[in-house]
């Protein structure tokens, strides 16, 4: 079983950033794959940003250029720092563990972007 607990959400202004943490424990594998995923209102859950143990990324289309995905394995902890914040973006952000088969989600956190 994996724990996800995620932080740094909250409100802000178009243009600005913010920074998003997720801490993994539990019966963490060192091979596997972190994320970043997000739900914005009425829609369905979609990639953010995604890496790997071994330091790979990839990103989705609308955030490339934006957002920053970065692992401290030592920690067990991702990381997403999101500059140029647009009203889009708005969504709950959902961490993500992958390894060996099984998936875990954190419970989410709010991220708001104003005009």
């Known amino acids: 079983q994996v724990h996800l607990v995620e932080s740094g959400g909250g409100l802000v202004q178009a243009g600005e950033s913010l920074s998003l943490s997720c801490a993994a424990s539990g019966s963490i594998f060192r091979t596997n794959v972190m994320g970043w995923y997000r739900q914005p209102p009425g829609k369905q859950r979609e990639l953010v940003a995604t890496?790997?143990?071994?330091?790979?990324?990839h990103y989705a289309d609308s955030v490339k250029g934006r957002f920053t995905i970065a692992g401290d394995y030592t920690k067990n902890t991702v990381y997403l720092q999101m500059n140029s914040l647009k009203p889009e973006d708005t969504a709950v952000y959902y961490c993500?563990?992958?390894?060996?088969?099984?998936?875990?989600w954190g419970q989410g956190t709010q991220v708001t972007v104003s005009s």
């Open positions: 993500n563990y992958y390894a060996l088969g099984s998936g875990y």
């Open positions: 890496i790997t143990s071994a330091g790979s990324t």
